[in-house]
């Protein structure tokens, strides 16, 4: 499994790397030999009296952060719900104790800071299955909301349901009727990375905000449905649709 590690400078660039199984960072004093040849390196951070050298990454990414609330729990990747020690109760935790206490549900299920490997198809299905509105602040959850969200969502990830339920129930089913209450399914772009986000507002009604959120509009007519441009959902959606075409 991936290991993520970021490296945070003052002025809010980040460094963010992806380490594959064997892939490592390593730290030496100027002068040292390197223990794996240097023509191997994906990242060498040279600091005066130390010198950072990463090896084996599968992702190398700089970017700068302009959100000053994110630092308080900077470098801090959660529990990679696929393993098979996920610490669910931590990934609780971090979803409690999220500092951004009106941020939707919807972003923070998909926010690596509080769990890693949710998918945006996993989000949207366990969001109907719990019957929770996406634009629900987090800071509005209970304890027990929360923890039955994770579990859900680690059940989904470990029993791979794209493969044992190729039917969805709402992904992917804009226009459509809910197969809960019978409403019309809505699709939108949402959050800071604007994915797409399926949902019933007919029965996902648990925390719904009094008010619409001003950086979002709450659905998109069916003729202007927002297409996933995320290379796994786009092979998710593909296998989907083979298996379908295969039951008819």
Known sequence: MDRAIEIVWDDSIVLATRLSPLGAWHLYRPGEVFR?????ADVVLDVGPWIAVCFGASTVEAFKDFDPRRHPILGSVG???????????????RMMHYEERDATVAEVLVDQRVVVNVGNVYRCEALWACEIHPWAPIGDLK??????????????????????HPTLAVYGRQ????????????VTHHGEASRVLYWCPDCQTAHQPLTR??????FIERNDTPVDSHPAAQMYMDEISQRRAGNF
């Open 36 to 40: 794996r040849p240097v023509e191997r």
């Open 79 to 93: 529990p990679d719900i696929a393993s098979d020690n996920a610490d669910l109760e931590e990934c609780v935790d």
């Open 143 to 164: 304890r027990a909301e929360c923890r039955e969200l994770v579990t859900l969502l680690r059940e989904m990830v470990v029993a791979g349901s794209a493969a044992q």
């Open 175 to 186: 226009g459509k009727a809910c197969l809960r209450c019978a409403g019309l399914i809505k």
């Open 213 to 218: 959120p001003n950086f979002t509009p709450m």
